[in-house]
T-cell receptor, first 112, second 118 residues
Framework: AQSVSQHNHHVILSEAASLELGCNYS??????LFWYVQYPGQHLQLLLK??????LVKGIKGFEAEFIKSKFSFNLRKPSVQWSDTAEYFC??????????FGDGTTLTVKP | SQTIHQWPATLVQPVGSPLSLECTVE??????LYWYRQAAGRGLQLLFY??????ISSEVPQNLSASRPQDRQFILSSKKLLLSDSGFYLC?????????????????FGAGSRLTVL
């Protein structure tokens, strides 16, 4: 069975700081990789996804993530965070069976 | 466009009472449907998923059950609630064709139901 590990439970940054949230997964086969985000008071929603091809994927609001197969990692990055990026971020892995396994989530607080 | 509805949004129930949370999807056919539980600091735990009417797979043995009486309806139930059933329950759907790279594994979530068992 697959598992997902997110390294940071709570990250606090000032506006304009750079962000990198770590995500590692364990699964020996082909995977689809996702980052979901839950803004305060809103639904959990897709931020970006990787299925195949270019390992550097871009999502909404200036976020990007890089798939490094040899490291089983899919880290989320943003060069300059904004106060509106305050949210909880979840990394997820899905196999062809269709079930997604989520990490424990990282709460990002951006100070204005 | 597709929409997902989940209700009730908030529920307070005594221990030993029954539970029924409902989820419906509009604008798509043959979706895969999921129930997740989200605990603070613990991420999302998959409870049940369904690939079709009457087809339910349970991921974690527990006090809950799920049913899919119609193509786009998914129900989470319990006959007798426990204190440990308290939590935030999320319904989600994904396109029904499981094919690598097709987007089939992208989940769309409902607003969630917060259950407090007293």
């Amino acid at each position: 069975a697959q598992s997902v590990s997110q390294h940071n439970h709570h990250v606090i940054l000032s506006e304009a700081a750079s962000l990198e949230l770590g995500c590692n997964y364990s699964y020996g086969g082909t995977v689809n990789l996702f980052w979901y985000v839950q803004y305060p008071g809103q639904h959990l929603q897709l931020l970006l996804k990787y299925f195949s091809g270019d390992p550097l994927v871009k999502g909404i609001k200036g976020f990007e993530a890089e798939f490094i197969k040899s490291k089983f990692s899919f880290n989320l990055r943003k060069p300059s965070v904004q106060w509106s990026d305050t949210a909880e971020y979840f990394c997820a892995v899905s196999t062809n069976a269709g079930k997604s396994t989520f990490g424990d989530g990282t709460t990002l607080t951006v100070k204005p | 466009s597709q929409t997902i509805h989940q209700w009730p949004a908030t529920l307070v129930q005594p221990v030993g009472s029954p539970l029924s949370l409902e989820c419906t999807v509009e604008g798509t056919s043959n979706p895969n449907l999921y129930w997740y539980r989200q605990a603070a600091g613990r991420g999302l735990q998959l409870l049940f998923y369904s690939v079709g009417i009457g087809q339910i797979s349970s991921e974690v043995p527990q006090n809950l059950s799920a049913s899919r009486p119609q193509d786009r309806q998914f129900i989470l139930s319990s006959k007798k609630l426990l204190l440990s059933d308290s939590g935030f329950y999320l319904c989600a759907w994904s396109p029904g064709i499981l094919r690598q790279g097709s987007g089939a594994n992208v989940l769309t979530f409902g607003a969630g139901s917060r259950l407090t068992v007293l």
